[in-house]
C-alpha cells in the first residue's frame, strides 16, 4: 500500500493541476484574510482593526476553510477523473490489479495533498495574516485561545474534503463534472437547499458538507452568518463529513470502478 | 528475467449484454515463441487479451498466465508485461517520470528505467512530455513500461498500428528478439501479412470464435502458391496444365493462372511441350486469402471483399 500511495502522490505533484491548486489556495487565502480584519474595523468606526473577538480571531486563523471548500474537492476529483480522461486507469491496473487498493491510494495521497492545502492556508495566515495582527496591535493569547478549536479542524475539512472529492470522482467519472458537481454542490446547492429547508419545512439540513465542514472547523465564516447553535458540534460534524468522504467512494467503487475496463 | 511463462485460456467468454464478444475460447502461448493472435476488427481479440490482464471480467471461462489469474498473480509486471491500445499517458508528464511513477507502484528498482529506455531507444528523449511525442514514441514508450518488470511473458495488442514501416521492421526484430530470450510473446494483429514474418504460431479469431490455432508452417502448408503464367500459347498452356492435374484460369488472351502450383512443378512442365513463356511469376504465398477465408467462412456479416482481395502489408 505504501507503493501505491507514493504512486499516486507521484502522480499528483507531476502534473500541474495539483499544484495550480496550491497557488490558488494560498492566493485565496490571502484574500479572504482582509475579512476578518475589515469586519474588526467596522467594529471601530471603519477600516481595518486586529480582530478581537472570537468570531473575528476565528475567521483570521481558519481562513483557509473557505479555499477548502471549494479547492480541496477538487484534488480528489482530479486523482480519480484524471485516469480516465488521459485513458491511464488501464496502465494503472495492470500495475497494481487489485482495484479496492489504487482506490484506497488515491483517497490516501488526496488526503495528504488537502493537508498540504490546509498547510497552504497556514502559512499564509502566519506570514500576512500574523504581521497585520501585530501591526494593528491584536491580543495574541486571545489569538492563541483559538488555535485548538479551529486549527486541527480546518486540517480535518482539507483532508475530509478531499476525501468527498474522490468519492465524486469515482462515481461521476468525468472531470468536468465531477469539478462542478463538488463546487456547485457545496457552494450553490448546497445553500440553496439549506435555505429552503429552513424557511419552509423548519428542517435545518446541518450534516450537508459545508455546513458540516463549518461544524468541524469551529463555525468559522458561518456563525456570524446563520447563527451561532445550529451548526452541529465539531464531531458529529467530522462524522458527517467523514461519510460524505467515504460513502460516495463506496457506492462509486461498487458500480463503476469494478466495471470493464475496455 | 524470469522464466517464459505460459499463457492458457479456456473457454474464454464474454457476453457485453446481447453481444457475444469472445465465445468459448480456448489457446495456448508457450515460452520462447511468437504467437500471433489474429483475426478481423472485431474479432473479440482486444476484448480477450483484456481478460487475461484482469481489465474485463469473463463472463464464462478462464485466462491464466502459469496457471494463475493474472490478479493473482503476486508481482504482477515481473511476469507479465503488456502493450495496449487506446492506452495513454497524461500529456504533461515527462516520459521518465510516467515510467518513475511505474516503478513506485510496483517495487521495480528505478535503476531499470534507463535500461528500459536503452531498449527501446528512447534515452535521448526521456525528459520530454509526452504530449509532444509521435505516435511511434508512444508504442515505444508503452513497451517500455511493459519490460520494466523483465517480465517472462508479453502480451501486445496490435501494436505496429500508427508505426511507419521502419517501426514496424524495429518492432519484428524486437518481439522475434525477446522470445529468442525465452519469453513467451502473444501479439494481435488484424494483419496476417503483417505478422508473418514474426510469428511461430497463429490463433485466428473470428466473430469471438477460435477458427484456427498451431505453427505458422503448417498454415503455410495449407496456402499453396498460385503461378501467373503470361504467354502467346496460352489455349495449349491450359490444356497440357489440365491434362497434369492442375486447374488453370485463363485471365486474359496472354494469361493464365494455375492455383496450387510452384515454379518448379510447372516450369519442366511446360518446356517438355515447348511452350513459350514470357513470363512465369508466383503471385505470393496466399496466406492472406486463406487468412480471408478462414476469418469469413462464419459468413454474414463479415464484409464483402472476397477471399482473393489482396491486403496491404502495412496499415493506413
Known amino acids: ?262 | 528475467m524470469t522464466t517464459g511463462a505460459t499463457i492458457e485460456v479456456r473457454g474464454l467468454t464474454k457476453h457485453f449484454g446481447s453481444i457475444q464478444a469472445v465465445r468459448g475460447l480456448d489457446f495456448t502461448a508457450h515460452p520462447g515463441r511468437v504467437t500471433g493472435f489474429l483475426g478481423p476488427n472485431g474479432a473479440g481479440k482486444t476484448t480477450a487479451l483484456r481478460m487475461l490482464l484482469g481489465l474485463v471480467y469473463p463472463t464464462a471461462g478462464t485466462a491464466t498466465i502459469d496457471g494463475r489469474r493474472y490478479q493473482d498473480l503476486h508481482e504482477p509486471t515481473r511476469q507479465v508485461g503488456a502493450v495496449l491500445e487506446a492506452t495513454s499517458f497524461h500529456p504533461s508528464r515527462r516520459a521518465r517520470a510516467h515510467l518513475k511513477m511505474l516503478t513506485l507502484a510496483s517495487g521495480i528498482s528505478e535503476r531499470r528505467i534507463d535500461e528500459v529506455l536503452d531498449l527501446v531507444g528512447l534515452r535521448a528523449d526521456a525528459n520530454r512530455k509526452v504530449g509532444g511525442y509521435s505516435l511511434g514514441m508512444r508504442q515505444r514508450l508503452e513497451l517500455a513500461g511493459a519490460l520494466l518488470g523483465d517480465p517472462g511473458a508479453l502480451i501486445l495488442d496490435e501494436p505496429s498500428n500508427g508505426l511507419d514501416p521502419q517501426g514496424i521492421a524495429w518492432l519484428r526484430a524486437f518481439l522475434r528478439h525477446l522470445a529468442g530470450e525465452g519469453r513467451t510473446v502473444l501479439v494481435s494483429s488484424h494483419l496476417l501479412a503483417e505478422m508473418a514474418q514474426t510469428v511461430d504460431d497463429v490463433v485466428i479469431v473470428s466473430q469471438g470464435v477460435l477458427r484456427e490455432q498451431g505453427p505458422l508452417a503448417t498454415l503455410t502448408a495449407r496456402a499453396r502458391p498460385t503461378m501467373r503464367v503470361r504467354t502467346p500459347e496460352a489455349n495449349r498452356l491450359v490444356s497440357v496444365a489440365a491434362a497434369a492435374g492442375f486447374s488453370p484460369r485463363q485471365v486474359a488472351a496472354d494469361v493464365v493462372m494455375v492455383d496450387n502450383a510452384s515454379p518448379e512443378q510447372l516450369g519442366p512442365l511446360l518446356a517438355s511441350h515447348q511452350i513459350v513463356l514470357y513470363e512465369l511469376t508466383q503471385e505470393g504465398m496466399n496466406l492472406e486469402a486463406l487468412f480471408l477465408q478462414l476469418t469469413q467462412s462464419l459468413g454474414s456479416s463479415m464484409g464483402p471483399s472476397a477471399p482473393q482481395a489482396v491486403v496491404p502489408p502495412v496499415p493506413a
Not at chain 1, 23 to 46: E, Y
Not at chain 1, 79 to 87: P, Q
Not at chain 1, 160 to 185: H, R, Y
Not at chain 1, 196 to 225: C, I, K, T, Y
Request: charged share 10%; glycine share 14%; proline share 4%.
Open chain 1, 1 to 262: 500500500m505504501t507503493r501505491l500511495v507514493r504512486s499516486e502522490l507521484f502522480k499528483l505533484r507531476t502534473t500541474p493541476g495539483p499544484w495550480i491548486l496550491l497557488v490558488i489556495d494560498m492566493v485565496a487565502c490571502g484574500l479572504f484574510l482582509l475579512i476578518p480584519f475589515h469586519q474588526a474595523g467596522s467594529l471601530t468606526g471603519g477600516g481595518y482593526a486586529a480582530p478581537s473577538t472570537v468570531q473575528d480571531l476565528r475567521d483570521m486563523l481558519g481562513v483557509g476553510y473557505e479555499a477548502a471548500l471549494f479547492l480541496a474537492p477538487i484534488i480528489g476529483v482530479l486523482s480519480v477523473t484524471g485516469e480516465y480522461r488521459h485513458k491511464v486507469l488501464t496502465t494503472t491496473l495492470l500495475f497494481s490489479p487489485r482495484r479496492a487498493d489504487v482506490l484506497t491510494a488515491k483517497a490516501i495521497a488526496s488526503i495528504l495533498w488537502g493537508l498540504l492545502l490546509g498547510l497552504g492556508s497556514f502559512v499564509v495566515v502566519g506570514a500576512e495574516g500574523l504581521s497585520w495582527f501585530a501591526a494593528d496591535g491584536g491580543s495574541f493569547s486571545s489569538l492563541a485561545h483559538q488555535i485548538v478549536p479551529v486549527v486541527p479542524g480546518v486540517l480535518g475539512a482539507f483532508a475530509l474534503l478531499a476525501l468527498f472529492g474522490v468519492g465524486i470522482g469515482v462515481l461521476v467519472k468525468n472531470q468536468v463534472a465531477g469539478v462542478l458537481v463538488t463546487i456547485g454542490g457545496t457552494i450553490i446547492v448546497e445553500q440553496l437547499l439549506v435555505a429552503l429547508f429552513q424557511n419552509v419545512f423548519h428542517m435545518d439540513l446541518n450534516w450537508l458538507p459545508s455546513e458540516a465542514s463549518a461544524a468541524l472547523v469551529g463555525g468559522v465564516f458561518n456563525g456570524r452568518a446563520t447563527g451561532a447553535g445550529r451548526l452541529l458540534s465539531w464531531w458529529a460534524g467530522g462524522l458527517a463529513l467523514l461519510a460524505w468522504g467515504v460513502v460516495p467512494g463506496v457506492l462509486g467503487y461498487f458500480t463503476t470502478f469494478r466495471r470493464d475496463v475496455t
